[in-house]
């Protein structure tokens, strides 16, 4: 995992060795292989055991909820922006796409912690009549967060009036 | 892709074997390797070109927006609680985060159609004042598309609730 990180953050995602990572921990490819079947299913490793840092999601609540969702999926979609940010995340989604442990594992460790804040932020609104009420807030979140990777694995980053339709959706 | 194909018919995805495929085709593994980079990579250019059915979107205008939209979802969800489709779709989403090209080429060929049929049929239903009005329908759409896939993603398969729980969040 360290030998991941430090090869990571030389070469980036596109251009990784699994060859020099295997040599900087004293390990065969071979070895490595073994362990994880693919450069995916070891990067995905890395970032769900942490060492390298996930986006913590962190949804400020300033009591209008339209600007505080806003601001939170922008900086999402600047945080997709960075090449390197969203080779890894692109990485993860193929390695939960091929491997159900990995997809239990991500959804576990990241993707749940993301959805809870963002529910819970959902929520706070809707008893401020800042979104609309009788709809259930998971699934509106999971819609938001959907609509997100989405653009991601069509490669086309979301917009600011992408992002302004999704909030229409939402807002009351 | 005929070889693909068969080899798919025969053993399915996860007991795909390219071994099997460049038999069949009267080539070397080797070159099979040098066209595409993966299994997944072969399986989407195999469903990209035709040889393997993808599922056509169909949306019915009954002129009940609620219904139509909800059949639309079920149906979708139908189709990924076949484990050999949720494979096949799995790996087009797997090889379109792994490569730009097919990501393209992915969403031209399949994902924006479905996405234009959905967005034509809910403007029909703004229209009669059955879908939400203000909000952008190609955002509506990617969201309910979005939650669909992020669903497979995260090994959740959509139950009746979590699309109704969609449709509260668009119907007026």
Request: aromatic share 6%; net charge negative.
């Amino acid at each position: 995992m360290e030998a991941t990180r430090d090869e990571l953050a030389a070469s980036g995602y596109d251009k990784l060795s699994i060859d020099r990572i295997a040599t900087a921990a004293g390990a065969g490819k071979q070895t490595v292989y073994r362990w994880y079947r693919s450069k995916n299913e070891l990067v995905a490793e890395c970032i769900l055991e942490g060492y390298v840092p996930a986006r913590t999601a962190v949804i400020a609540d300033s009591g209008e909820a339209r600007d505080d969702l806003r601001a939170w999926l922008r900086a999402f979609a600047d945080f997709l922006a960075e090449p390197e940010n969203a080779s890894l995340i692109r990485a993860c989604t193929a390695a939960a796409a091929e491997s159900d442990e990995v997809a239990v594992r991500f959804y576990e460790s990241l993707t749940a912690t993301n959805e809870a804040a963002l529910t819970a932020r959902l929520d706070s609104a809707v008893r401020r009549g800042q979104v609309r009420a009788g709809t259930s807030t998971a699934a509106m979140s999971e819609a938001l967060i959907g609509a997100m990777l989405y653009r991601l694995l069509v490669r086309q980053p979301p917009t600011d009036e992408f992002i302004d339709g999704l909030l229409d959706m939402v807002c009351d």
